[in-house]
């Protein structure tokens, strides 16, 4: 990995950290990944816009994505969208675990076969998009994709915090996309 790299997956974990009050503290991002995977959307580039539809103020279901780069020795990943510009800190909408390590799309609006989705700030399992407070500028909601070394054992109510300690030390390689979205 280069300096920039870690840096920059250093970086994208730490945002990984909400737009409410039920963020609770930061928690610590897993540590060792060895290498980058690529997250992309079709409905929005690194940096850009989340369409409408995938917000609370349209359809709110989730975003298609696309991976590459997954490590062979994947046995399973993991991801996480949080809004690390929530008022009373870091918000999770969506937290997934155990998805199927060779699964590479993920069409919008579906729960990953197999998957367990944990419960969201919203308090509730599944997606919840980008909701951010009218007036506020835009949010960045970053969404990251880990690859693990094993199978996660958690609770189906299991929260960020407890995703993020079962990934510390069996993290092979993470991705993130970074959407922006505002309410006027």
Known sequence: MTAVSGVTAVAAM???????DGGGPAAAPPTGAAQ???VTSPAYGDGGTIPRRH????TDVSPPL????VPARTAGL???LRDPDAPHGAFTHWLVWDIDPHTRQLPAGERPQGATE???DFKRPGYGGPCPPRGDRPHHYVLTVYATDRRLSLAPDASVSDLLRALSGHTLATGSLTGRYGRG
């Open 36 to 38: 980058r995977l690529t």
């Open 66 to 69: 696309a991976l590459t780069a």
């Open 55 to 58: 917000t609370c103020d349209g």
């Open 118 to 120: 944990g419960r969201n």
């Open 78 to 80: 993991a991801l996480v």
């Open 14 to 20: 730490a945002l990984v950290t909400g737009c409410g």
